[in-house]
């Protein structure tokens, strides 16, 4: 699947649309870039890093082709913030996991997090006309190709579940488990805002932008309810082309479903 229906999109021949005054205010003002760039930079490295300890080739292809296309994400954005004149802050030096397990676990799981609430963004965006729809559409093959990488993770997890020695698979589930607690405690910090002890957060708001970021992409009011449901339906269209016998992420749906049975409904303002 993974080979099938790669993308040789090239980003050095995008055509980034001219925008008025209003619009590239809105794109420059969009609190992400930074740590965009950055999470691309990281998943690349990672997952290359993981690729070399995989023995098994067709896997090794495929998480290599993965971190390939997270660096060509990278060039997109790179390429976006010239264009537009985005300023950015320097770059951290990338360095190479020594727990390359470790490392591919996290990254695959925060991707399973974040494309589930960007999926439900992007599509928020191109409904209410916030942005020019020559810049959306331009970004279309990336959202995409973001569908296609948690997809690989999530049977690179049944894979591993099914292969790994049954002595193993204790310790494996135990990392599962740390991961979504490493990721439930990074979120909740950011979102409240970590104090680094001189009055300034010590984690930027950026990494939880795909939770909070409906009123940065639209000028809709849309209620939590309204945009975890919009999320779901946006997540099983975009699967819904690939090989029914492939795994799909399920946390994230299932926590979102569960959460929208106890919302309320809002009700139509009066005129």
């Keep these: ?102 490392a591919y676990l996290v990254t695959g799981f925060s991707e399973c997090v974040d494309s589930f609430f960007a999926f439900g963004l992007f599509e928020l965006a191109k409904r209410s006309g916030f942005f020019p729809m020559e810049l959306v559409d331009t970004f279309e093959p990336v959202i995409q190709e973001e569908c296609r990488h948690i997809l690989l993770f999530a049977n690179w997890i049944a894979w591993q579940r099914r292969n790994i020695p049954v002595w193993r698979r204790p310790w494996f589930e135990l990392r599962v488990l740390a991961v979504w607690v490493f990721l439930a405690w990074e979120r909740f910090g950011i979102a409240r805002g970590r104090d680094d002890g001189g009055g300034k957060s010590a984690v930027a708001p950026d990494n939880n932008f795909t939770v909070t970021g409906s009123k940065a992409v639209s000028d809709v009011d849309i209620s939590i309810r309204e945009l975890m449901q919009l999320c779901l339906g946006e997540n099983d269209r975009r699967f819904a082309g690939y090989d029914e016998r492939l795994r799909r992420p399920t946390t994230m749906p299932a926590l979102a479903r569960f959460a929208v049975r106890f919302m309320r409904v809002r009700r139509p303002s009066a005129a």
Excluded: C
């Design 1 to 102: 699947m993974f080979r099938e229906t790669f993308n040789p999109y090239k980003p050095s021949i995008i055509d980034w649309p001219e925008l008025s005054l209003e619009a590239r205010d809105r794109l420059v003002n969009l609190p992400i870039w930074d740590i965009a760039v950055q999470t691309e930079g990281k998943a690349r490295l990672r997952m290359l890093s993981y690729a070399r300890a995989v023995a098994d080739p067709d896997w090794h292809d495929a998480i290599e082709l993965n971190g390939w296309e997270e660096g060509r994400h990278k060039v997109v954005l790179s390429d976006l913030v010239r264009a537009y004149g985005i300023a950015l802050e320097p770059e951290p030096v990338y360095v190479e996991p020594r727990d390359t397990e470790w």
